[in-house]
Nanobody, 121 residues
């Protein structure tokens, strides 16, 4: 599996951004696609995940109600719609593939490159 993230940028607090992750080389629909984020000096943290097969979703408490993860199976793309952005959402966002449901970096099989999201106050 190869992952290519895009869509980061600079946005004011309260604004919205949509991140995309293009997926290639997917050979099984059992994968779970995830978004993580990382700020300098901190560990990479789980943001959201979606099962490729049936689309069930999980979110970190910090983004529930503001972020929405989705996947377009026909386009082999995973999205992270981010609304109500806060300065504390500023981070490098990574898409990642796992073979099961996870909420930490343990179990990640493939990382994409990061895309920077900056939220100004």
């Amino acid at each position: 599996v190869q992952l290519q993230a895009s869509g980061g940028g600079l946005v004011q607090a309260g604004g919205s951004l949509r991140l995309s992750c293009a997926v290639s080389g997917l050979t099984t629909s059992d994968n779970v696609m995830n978004w993580f984020r990382q700020t300098p000096g901190k560990e990479r943290e789980f943001v959201a995940g979606v099962r490729w097969r049936e689309g069930s979703k999980r979110y970190a408490d910090s983004v529930k109600g503001r972020f929405t993860i989705s996947r377009d199976s026909a386009k082999y793309t995973v999205y992270l719609q981010m609304n109500g952005l806060k300065p504390e959402d500023t981070a490098v966002y990574y898409c990642a593939s796992s073979s099961g449901v996870i909420d930490s970096t343990v179990g990640i099989t493939t990382w994409g490159q990061g895309t920077l999201v900056t939220v100004s106050s």
